[in-house]
């Protein structure tokens, strides 16, 4: 990869400063201590881990967006994995046909393809892993709040994707992924590991948590609205994508995804079913059954855990009427106006 590719070009004693100073302003912030038993700070009307918060900072100072750049932006649990790997096969199928036996999604979980901003926290990040960063456009994806991102955005044209989940999934698909990497060591955006404790956790103490935003990233509904708001403002440059939809209807929202991401399919790659390759090759069944996914890992986090079972709705087998009545009183309460419905 060129330097110029390279996003973070802070020079090293501007680190160390930003660094020192991030210190203070991380420790001057209110914080508690998530179900997990890690310490998640709050920022802004949001909840960070400190690696995270770490990044903001060189986000929204050093990130030199280029004008093709990609963003695929969520909530976690809400269909990141997938809408990666439809960014990933729709931009590149110039270059990779979906039915390329050496496709990349055949060999790279989608989200090496497409790497978290977050990654980005030192002057000189090993980013050359990372196939999509090295091609044109470049795609990134990120966890944050669009408020935390849009600084360096500004005056760039580059497109956001945003995927929206139901909540009361989310929840339970994010229990069942902490469920399923107890005792990991947990490293994804940095070398400090947060620790994804040994026992079961309870999902009551989840649903109370989330319930008060205390949820990294969280809360979740402000972090939808956030984008949701954006793609009202600036459709051509945000685009707000239900998971619900996606599952409804993969074909038409993957034509709609390649029209704002200006590839839209021709008729003779629709008349070659090209639609229905790249829905194929992003499915959950086929991403699931493939080695990578199957034995692969990043940041101490397998691979085969971000799959599991992508049903809507799941969460009425895990929440009581109670907790159903709770949260959808929440959600109504904060979305209400909006014109916002998950
Ligand atoms: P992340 O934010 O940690 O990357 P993310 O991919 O957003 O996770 O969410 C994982 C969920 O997406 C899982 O949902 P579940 O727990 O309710 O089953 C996972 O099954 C689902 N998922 C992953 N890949 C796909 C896919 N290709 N199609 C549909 N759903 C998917």
């Known amino acids: 990869m060129d330097e110029k590719d390279v996003p973070m070009n802070l020079r090293e004693e501007e680190e160390e400063n930003l660094s020192e100073e991030t210190k203070t302003w991380i420790s001057s912030l209110p914080w508690e201590i998530d179900y997990l038993g890690n310490k998640l700070f709050k920022y802004e009307g949001y909840w960070y881990y400190e690696d995270v918060l770490q990044s903001i900072p060189n986000i929204q100072s050093g990130f030199k967006p280029q004008e093709t750049d990609i963003i695929v932006a969520s909530f976690p649990k809400s269909g990141t994995t997938w809408l990666k790997a439809l960014t990933f096969a729709l931009v590149q199928r110039s270059k990779h046909p979906s039915d390329d036996d050496h496709h990349p999604m055949l060999s790279h979980n989608p989200h090496e393809l497409v790497p978290y901003l977050e990654y980005l926290k030192s002057s000189k990040p090993d980013l050359t892993k990372f196939l999509s960063l090295s091609s044109s456009p470049r795609m990134f994806s990120t966890h944050m709040p669009l408020h935390a991102i849009q600084e360096p955005l500004k005056e760039s044209p580059c497109k956001i994707v945003y995927v929206c989940r139901n909540v009361k999934d989310v929840l339970v698909s994010l229990w069942h992924f902490f469920n399923a990497n107890k005792g990991v060591q947990w490293n994804d955006?940095?070398?400090?590991?947060?620790?994804?404790?040994?026992?079961?956790?309870?999902?009551?103490?989840?649903?109370?948590?989330?319930?008060?935003?205390?949820?990294?990233?969280?809360?979740?509904?402000?972090?939808?609205?956030?984008?949701?708001?954006?793609?009202?403002?600036?459709?051509?440059?945000?685009?707000?994508?239900?998971?619900?939809?996606?599952?409804?209807?993969?074909?038409?929202?993957?034509?709609?995804?390649?029209?704002?991401?200006?590839?839209?399919?021709?008729?003779?790659?629709?008349?070659?079913?090209?639609?229905?390759?790249?829905?194929?090759?992003?499915?959950?069944?086929?991403?699931?059954?493939?080695?990578?996914?199957?034995?692969?890992?990043?940041?101490?986090?397998?691979?085969?855990?971000?799959?599991?079972?992508?049903?809507?709705?799941?969460?009425?087998?895990?929440?009581?009427?109670?907790?159903?009545?709770?949260?959808?009183?929440?959600?109504?309460?904060k979305l209400k106006g909006s014109g916002l419905k998950f």
């Open 189 to 333: 955006f940095s070398q400090t590991e947060k620790i994804i404790r040994e026992e079961d956790y309870s999902f009551e103490a989840m649903f109370e948590s989330f319930c008060n935003g205390v949820t990294v990233y969280g809360p979740s509904w402000d972090h939808a609205l956030s984008y949701w708001r954006a793609s009202l403002e600036d459709p051509k440059h945000v685009l707000f994508m239900m998971y619900e939809e996606l599952k409804a209807e993969p074909r038409t929202q993957v034509k709609r995804l390649a029209e704002f991401l200006d590839c839209p399919f021709t008729k003779e790659e629709e008349d070659s079913g090209s639609v229905d390759k790249i829905v194929e090759l992003c499915s959950l069944s086929k991403l699931s059954s493939l080695e990578i996914n199957k034995s692969g890992a990043l940041g101490g986090v397998d691979f085969k855990t971000y799959f599991r079972k992508g049903e809507v709705g799941g969460w009425k087998s895990y929440m009581t009427p109670d907790m159903e009545n709770k949260i959808d009183m929440i959600i109504e309460e």
